[in-house]
């Protein structure tokens, strides 16, 4: 649904983002991370139409973002960490004047939307008098105008209370799975990708760190529980079929280790196995991990 | 095309939705009153009464509301008009950008030309809405306090005098203020454009404001007569002209195809670098 082919970009002579391929799939909720001047705005800005790549470039549903700048946008909504509106307008009237720049939408569908989004009460209000949780709440709505393939959601929990981050998080479940939208979501909040994403992309100084299904793949965790578990995990670590150990039997497999492999080490050993398993990977874990590859691969 | 109007209509809601937007209207109001009472201090009714007398001519002849009104619009509307102008039109691209309100906008499947299409529409309604403004409460306000009479027109740097009966006179009025709506576009285009560069809106404001002053410097140095018909401020103040018999329409013309040449190079300037902008959170 999205593609981004080796996009690169430099600002006043300085690399805001190395070549950079990924693709979302149609009907996922994908994740775009990292800390900021990571990437992630000048990605998200050149998949908008907003910033020009120096090379490569993005396609929505098959259309070129600077080539068919309609056909592409005409697909997608967004949603800006930081949004900004016509604060002397009503939240009702700056819906009209951003859905016009799209099409003119019927009053029902911008009703309807901004019942969804929980801003009924309160739409007739300037925007100058909303709090920032409530002008989160009118940018979603104004992304969801009209109902669009694509979502892009910049930190759409910001400045939420737990309430308003769960509805929201609800809310983008919902979008996606009754109308099979595609959504985008970046965020600095690990947890709230970790609930959402199951592919994502890691950006580090302008630089891929990891990109694809984060729950596998990438780090090889296992937990394991023998009669004697910290020696199981000393032998298993000194024949080098475990990288790195931690607390809880859990480790890392080496890279030419693989279950069935230690297991049968262990027994050959003369240790009775009580339990052994993969354990999911925690995003935190992909995320720092990730980050630190990237920083060795550019001290090197 | 129908939607470009809906789009324009929302243009002028924003536009006129902010405050500042109304202080040229405000400023422009409280001027003229403060000109038409100051035109009853007896010193300045004597400086009046004896350029008129040198003339052949009796004070009280004219003393009406269409002379009061082009007094009040010739020395006010180029400084005072070219001032909000230059501010609406520094702020209608680069405000936005500022605020971030347009990364909204760009959001939408809505190409870039026509976005700056669209905004350069609202500046020339402004414009246009402005200076008919200034003429039209002028005017009002003159016939209100002097009432209906000949028109005397005076305009010493341009060289022109004349009298006018009351329906001619409202005739060349009228056909003035259309003329110099048009040359104050070159005023918007300035501003507009700057906008469209990377730079804060006041300081598209300022820039503007800076060239139109700098240009009306110039003309006044004698020695710059011979480059004096390629200053703007020469063509913008050709409005005058339609109150001397003496000058052709083809002047008029002239100064006319002249200010549009220069607001077609700037509005092809404007669009190549908002074209080719990144626009950045």
Known sequence: ?300 | MRLFFTQLGYELWKLFARKRTHIGFGVFLVTEVLILSLLHLPKVQRSFTNLLHENGYLWKDFNTGPTVAFLMVSYTVIILGGLYIALIAGDLVAKEVEDGTLRMVLCRPVSRLRLLALKYATCIIYTIVLVFFIFGSSLLLGLLFQGMGKLFVYSPMDGVFGIFEPREGLLRFLAGTGFLAAALLTVSTLGFTLSCLNMKPATATIITLSILFLDSILRTIPFFKSISPYLLSTNIDRWTYFFDDSVSGWSLAASLLFLFAVNGTLLGIAAAAFQARDFKS
């Open chain 1, 1 to 300: 649904m999205i593609r981004i082919e080796g996009i690169a970009k430099k600002f006043g002579g300085r690399p805001a983002l190395h070549p950079l391929s990924f693709e979302v799939r149609r009907g996922e909720i994908f994740g775009l991370l990292g800390h900021n001047g990571a990437g992630k705005s000048t990605t998200i800005g050149i998949l908008l139409g907003q910033i020009y790549p120096d090379s490569g470039q993005a396609s929505i549903g098959g259309c070129n973002v600077h080539q068919d700048r309609h056909g592409a946008l005409s697909r997608l909504g967004a949603l800006f960490e930081a949004p900004a509106f016509y604060n002397e307008l009503s939240g009702w009237t700056n819906l009209r004047i951003l859905t016009a720049y799209s099409r003119p939408l019927p009053r029902k569908q911008l009703e309807a939307t901004v019942e969804m989004v929980g801003l009924s009460g309160r739409i007739g209000d300037r925007v100058s008098r909303y709090s920032h949780g409530m002008r989160q709440r009118l940018a979603l709505a104004q992304a969801l105008l009209p109902l669009p393939e694509v979502l892009i959601l910049d930190e759409p929990t910001e400045g939420l209370d737990p309430e308003g981050i769960h509805e929201i998080r609800n809310l983008i479940l919902r979008l996606n799975r009754e109308h099979g939208m595609t959504i985008v979501l970046c965020s600095h909040l690990l947890t709230e990708v970790e609930h959402l994403c199951p592919r994502l992309v890691i950006l580090r100084e302008g630089r891929r760190a990891f990109y694809g299904q984060w729950r596998e793949g990438g780090v090889r965790r296992v937990r394991l529980a023998t009669d004697r578990t910290d020696d199981s995990l000393a032998l298993l670590q000194r024949q080098g079929l475990l990288t790195e150990l931690f607390p809880g039997g859990e480790a890392l497999l080496s890279a030419a280790a693989n279950i069935p492999e230690i297991a049968s080490y262990l027994v050959q050993a003369g240790h009775r196995i009580e339990a052994i398993g993969r354990v999911e990977n925690r995003l935190e874990e992909v995320y720092l991990r990730a980050l630190q590859d990237v920083k060795e691969e550019s001290s090197a």
